[in-house]
């Protein structure tokens, strides 16, 4: 069982940084796939930026440019740096950890709010 404590979350005003930071317990952090997805009050929940096992990362087109994703395997977290950040960014971020091959497993950590208003 792995349990993902998220962290950085908070108020910000338009225009301000966050850096979220994700805590995996557990040795499987570094054979995953791990990302940062976010659910906004009354939409589906939306994936943010992910980043491979291996690296590879991938962003989506509304944060491209403003969050940079990272991850360090030796003290198994993984971080959202948000820059420049907008009133549309505001939602829940919830921290993912993966694998598709064998075993397969997917855990989800318990959320953090950011809000950005000014």
């Known amino acids: 069982q792995v349990q993902l404590v998220e962290s950085g979350g908070g108020l910000v005003q338009p225009g301000g940084s966050l850096r979220l930071s994700c805590a995996a317990s557990?040795?499987?952090?570094?054979?995953?796939?791990v990302g940062w997805y976010r659910q906004a009050p009354g939409k589906q929940r939306e994936m943010v930026s992910s980043?491979?096992?291996?690296?590879?990362?991938n962003v989506a087109d509304s944060v491209k440019g403003r969050f940079t994703i990272s991850r360090d395997n030796a003290k198994n977290t993984v971080y959202l740096q948000m820059n420049s950040l907008k009133t549309e960014d505001t939602a829940v971020y919830y921290c993912n950890l993966k694998a598709t091959g064998s075993p397969q497993y997917n855990y989800w950590g318990q959320g953090t709010q950011v809000t950005v208003s000014s």
């Open positions: 557990g040795s499987l952090f570094r054979l995953s796939d």
């Open positions: 980043i491979t096992r291996d690296g590879t990362t």
